[in-house]
């Protein structure tokens, strides 16, 4: 099978996200506030997930819409960096 040119891949972003109980917070907000065709453009993917923060990967064009349904969430889903690379998470 043939690979997909770059231009043709999905362009994603890496969000590094702090709080309690995220594996659970975080797929009720973004389901809540886009609903499931907004869930499925996001295109969300878990990379690395501990007790208090994880690292999620959705898609160029929903971080916007992410961000606020972390902002109208009840409890507290704080983004702390949004880049293009995993690398760029860490400094």
Do not use: C, Q
């Not at 923060?53 to 902002?71: C, E, K, T």
């Amino acid at each position: 099978m043939k690979s997909l040119k770059p231009s043709m891949r999905e362009k994603k972003r890496y969000l590094l996200v702090k709080g309690s109980n995220l594996r659970e917070n975080i797929e009720k907000s973004i389901f809540d506030f886009i609903g499931v065709l907004g869930m499925s453009k996001a295109g969300l993917e878990w990379i690395k997930s501990s007790s208090d923060s994880a690292v999620i990967a959705v898609n160029r064009g929903s971080v916007n819409h992410v961000r606020a349904s972390f902002a109208v969430w009840p409890e507290k889903i704080e983004v702390k960096r949004v880049s293009g690379t995993l690398k760029g998470l860490r400094g």
